[in-house]
């Protein structure tokens, strides 16, 4: 059975680009050898 959860994040960054950025680093340190474009 494929069985899924979710997880939420909060972000603390200085401005709307930095959160984007540790948001994309979270997501991709948390996948694994996936291309970035399915993340």
Known sequence: ???RF???YQIV???R????QRAL???LEQT???PLEVV
């Open 1 to 3: 059975m494929d069985e």
């Open 6 to 8: 979710r997880i939420t």
């Open 13 to 15: 960054a200085p401005d």
């Open 17 to 20: 680009e930095q959160a984007r």
């Open 25 to 27: 680093g979270i997501a």
């Open 32 to 34: 694994v050898e996936i």
